[in-house]
């Protein structure tokens, strides 16, 4: 998301969709030319994973982008292996992984 966009800004569009059960989940790279210690912290309080800021290094933004990636995929299976685990430890024994 760029913070600076027309109707709502990136801090605005963040906090929905992180506010969303159905969109919560959604891994937010924000893009901006605000650099000030208080906009970092903004973002980050509105639920961003990753801030960076213009002009945007293409190398640098394609690394973060597959860090964030690698990082959803680490997430997801660590919740499937949990959901795995609690239905080993009660009474409807193990469930196999979700995909």
């Known amino acids: 998301l760029d913070v600076m966009m ?3 800004s990136g801090f605005e569009v963040c906090k929905k969709l ?3 059960p159905a969109t919560q989940d ?3 790279l924000m893009v901006t030319a605000l650099n000030e210690p208080g906009d970092i912290e903004r973002g980050v309080l509105c ?3 990753d801030f960076l800021s213009k002009p945007v290094n293409k190398t640098e933004l394609l690394k973060r982008v597959e860090n964030m990636l690698k ?3 680490v997430t997801d299976e660590l919740e499937r292996l949990r959901s795995y685990i609690d239905g080993m430890e009660d009474d409807t024994g193990p469930q ?3 995909e």
């Open 26 to 28: 959604i891994m937010i």
């Open 96 to 98: 196999p992984p979700r």
């Open 18 to 20: 992180k506010n969303n």
């Open 71 to 73: 990082l959803r995929f």
């Open 6 to 8: 027309p109707k709502l």
């Open 47 to 49: 639920g961003c994973d």
